[in-house]
């Protein structure tokens, strides 16, 4: 977001918080909090300050050789990152194919939320929207069954049609945003194996907490609630992207390097692991911009967050934001303020200037620190 960098504080903030969506070790090692050491590169190190001590010429050879070695190691890592970073630029030039392929998503989904935002909608132009993904159909049917929605313990729903009548228009906008961004998530973060929670997790919480603004402004809160929970498709775009063009070449060369019976370099390939500098730098650089594009392909004509995607993505002051934006913004600074805070990672005096930047006044921060921003509520008769 074009306006966390415009001054220091904020923006190291910002990269912060999306280091710590990658894993809270990598977040504290860039904030300097721990020195990570390689295991192997200080061993490494402490066996050439030995040799260097001993004036014995087979000695010598074997630091030379130690050295040729690390130098090897290191041109063979840097050369298939820049592979890499190549590649993810290549595939973000095809919004398109972001889209459909690596986001996979169907025209339904996009239809469906919008048509929660008129008031002339209803179950029975929902239903077949619904029932055409399976996956929907899937977890509507789980939601109803689950112990605390079920009118009778001995009654089961098997049927998506049956669940969404249960489910209720007014729970619909609350359970569609959320089912829908949930099926966009990766299907596996590994390495960074909590990033997936925490993607989910963010999103959520954002989603909750421009709601709970956008009703104390007299907002529209279903607008609010669906521009927070997507607000975040492309860092999830970025996430998916990046992870599956940097497995599917890492095990292409490791393939190449085995078929040509390159031993050398197979084994410096098999150490090499999954970058997370380099994740983030296609975070920071995309996430906002990405989720405009991606947004602006699902051609809403009637949800109006287009526009508030766009604002959040490329203004740079909070007063030029429309409406809806500025309450997604105010939600992303507090989201990010709880868990910089949860993992000790911002001090008191970076708190002023973070706020400031979004406007977030004391009353919308009691209002915050007072709603539950962590969990759907859902009221069923």
């Not at 904030?31 to 300050?49: A, F, P, T």
């Not at 929605?149 to 359970?175: P, T």
């Not at 084994?267 to 997370?276: D, G, T």
Request: with cysteine.
């Amino acid at each position: 977001m074009q306006i966390f960098e415009l001054n220091d504080i904020t923006s190291s903030l910002h990269k912060r918080a999306f280091s710590l969506s990658i894993s809270k070790s990598f977040a504290e090692q860039l904030h300097g909090k721990i020195n990570l050491v390689d295991h192997q590169g200080s061993e490494q190190e402490n066996r050439r300050r030995e040799l260097l001590s001993v004036e014995k010429e087979a000695e010598q050879e074997k630091i030379v050789a130690a050295h040729g070695e690390e130098h090897f190691r290191n041109q063979v890592t840097n050369s298939f990152y820049e592979k890499v970073r190549n590649q993810v630029n290549k595939e973000f030039d095809n919004k398109t194919h972001l889209y459909h392929n690596v986001l996979c998503i169907e025209d339904a989904a996009p239809t469906i939320l919008e048509l929660l935002s008129l008031r002339a909608t209803s179950i029975n132009k929902i239903q077949p929207l619904a029932t055409s993904l399976s996956w929907l159909s899937t977890d509507l049917v789980s939601l109803v069954n689950k112990p605390q929605y079920r009118k009778r313990a001995d009654v089961q729903v098997n049927d998506a049609k049956l669940a969404l009548s249960y489910v209720g228009l007014d729970n619909l906008k609350l359970v569609m945003p959320t089912f829908i961004l949930k099926h966009w998530l990766p299907d596996s973060t590994a390495p960074y194996g909590l990033m997936k929670r925490k993607l989910w997790n963010d999103s959520l919480s954002v989603a909750l907490a421009a709601s709970a603004l956008a009703k104390a402004k007299k907002l529209d809160w279903y607008t609010a609630f669906t521009t927070g929970m997507l607000s975040n498709i492309g860092q999830l775009a970025v996430t998916r992207c990046f992870l599956n063009t940097y497995n599917d070449m890492h095990v292409k060369a490791l393939r190449n390097s085995a078929d040509r019976k390159d031993k050398l370099l197979h084994n410096v390939l098999v150490k090499v692991e999954n970058s997370p500098e380099l994740l983030l730098e296609q975070l920071l650089l995309r996430s906002s911009k990405l989720s405009a594009d991606l947004i602006e392909l699902m051609h809403f004509n009637r949800l109006p967050i287009t526009e508030a995607m766009f604002d959040l993505a490329y203004s740079e002051n909070i007063d030029d934001m429309s409406p809806i934006a500025q309450v997604v913004a105010k939600a992303k600074v507090y989201v990010n303020y709880r868990s910089l805070t949860n993992a000790s990672l911002i001090n008191d005096n970076e708190l002023k200037p973070l706020f400031e930047t979004v406007k977030l006044s004391e009353a919308e921060l009691s209002l915050l620190n007072k709603s539950d921003i962590d969990h759907i509520k859902l009221k069923f008769n």
